[in-house]
């Protein structure tokens, strides 16, 4: 049985909120599970609040949860120092939600992709497969722009263009489409599927179902901090098929995956 490239066993995490004396624990994380092969597609979906950006901050060392195991490429991550986790993610790349959380406001971009490149990839020279991937993600003339005089859209399209130059076991992407046109949304998902390839794990966090129904081999639905459904993306193509929660069914009808249209899509 191949090993999977990443896994989440039994996940709790809670967050401390309010002012004494009125503190108390949210929990944001109930006993969450997820495993990911090698080179498979994962949607990871559910609507605002439900546990998704924590398990995947948990997941792969951001924050400490509270219990729980987690394996990353094959290994055991518990009692891994800040430096193991470091060189962890040389091979497992986060897109987040927040495109600025991958820039630095005082670094022109292009210069940015070349520190990445000359880390990843130093068999060849940064400064072209910086210009090169901006090109893919449509951003070639901007090479010595800062951050701020990007657009949202145009950051978001920086930090894809990061992630694929770096060439990753494993892509976690937070939203990834988040702040682009509708015109150019399928088209940087498919671009990010495209370069990463087919052995590169990919987990796609979205609240948007219809997207993540396009590209991803399976789905798994969180709910107020727990996982309430999984099912593979053939199933919502299949007629006699219904979702077993109800946050799954209002998930699908948001996305017009519903009855006779989720059978024909």
């Given at each position: 049985?191949?090993?999977?490239?990443?896994?989440?066993?039994?996940?709790?995490?809670?967050f401390r909120v309010g002012t004494w004396p009125f503190r108390t624990d949210r929990v944001a994380l109930h006993g969450v599970g997820i495993e990911v092969a090698r080179g498979e597609?994962?949607?990871?979906?559910?609507?605002?609040?439900?546990?998704?950006?924590?398990?995947?901050?948990?997941?792969?060392?951001?924050?400490?949860?509270?219990?729980?195991?987690?394996?990353?490429?094959?290994?055991?991550?518990?009692?891994?120092?800040?430096?193991?986790?470091?060189?962890?993610?040389?091979?497992?790349?986060?897109?987040?939600?927040?495109?600025?959380?991958?820039?630095?406001?005082?670094?022109?971009?292009?210069?940015?992709?070349?520190?990445?490149?000359?880390?990843?990839?130093?068999?060849?020279?940064?400064?072209?497969?910086?210009?090169?991937?901006?090109?893919?993600?449509?951003?070639?003339?901007?090479?010595?722009?800062?951050?701020?005089?990007?657009?949202?859209?145009?950051?978001?399209?920086?930090?894809?263009?990061?992630?694929?130059?770096?060439?990753?076991?494993?892509?976690?992407?937070?939203?990834?489409?988040?702040?682009?046109?509708a015109a150019v949304r399928a088209s940087m998902v498919e671009l990010l599927l495209q370069r990463v390839g087919s052995d590169c794990s990919v987990v796609l966090v979205s609240h948007?179902?219809?997207?993540?129904?396009?590209?991803?081999?399976?789905?798994?639905?969180?709910?107020?901090?727990?996982?309430?459904?999984?099912?593979?993306?053939?199933?919502?193509?299949?007629?006699?098929?219904?979702?077993?929660?109800?946050?799954?069914?209002?998930?699908?009808?948001?996305?017009?995956?519903?009855?006779?249209?989720?059978?024909?899509?």
């Amino acid at each position: 049985m191949t090993t999977p490239t990443w896994r989440v066993r039994d996940l709790e995490k809670a967050f401390r909120v309010g002012t004494w004396p009125f503190r108390t624990d949210r929990v944001a994380l109930h006993g969450v599970g997820i495993e990911v092969a090698r080179g498979e597609r994962v949607g990871l979906v559910g609507g605002s609040g439900s546990g998704k950006s924590t398990l995947v901050r948990c997941g792969l060392g951001l924050i400490r949860p509270d219990a729980g195991e987690i394996e990353l490429l094959g290994s055991s991550t518990h009692g891994w120092s800040a430096a193991r986790w470091r060189r962890a993610r040389r091979t497992v790349q986060v897109l987040f939600q927040d495109p600025r959380a991958m820039l630095h406001p005082d670094v022109p971009v292009g210069a940015l992709l070349a520190d990445s490149a000359a880390l990843h990839r130093p068999e060849e020279r940064p400064r072209d497969v910086a210009r090169q991937a901006l090109t893919e993600v449509g951003l070639g003339e901007r090479y010595d722009a800062l951050p701020r005089e990007l657009s949202g859209g145009e950051q978001r399209r920086v930090g894809i263009a990061r992630v694929l130059l770096a060439r990753p076991e494993l892509l976690v992407a937070d939203e990834p489409t988040s702040g682009l046109d509708a015109a150019v949304r399928a088209s940087m998902v498919e671009l990010l599927l495209q370069r990463v390839g087919s052995d590169c794990s990919v987990v796609l966090v979205s609240h948007d179902l219809s997207t993540v129904a396009q590209v991803c081999d399976r789905v798994v639905v969180m709910h107020k901090g727990r996982v309430v459904d999984r099912f593979s993306t053939t199933q919502l193509r299949e007629s006699g098929w219904h979702p077993s929660h109800a946050s799954t069914r209002a998930l699908l009808e948001a996305a017009g995956w519903t009855g006779r249209k989720a059978a024909e899509a």
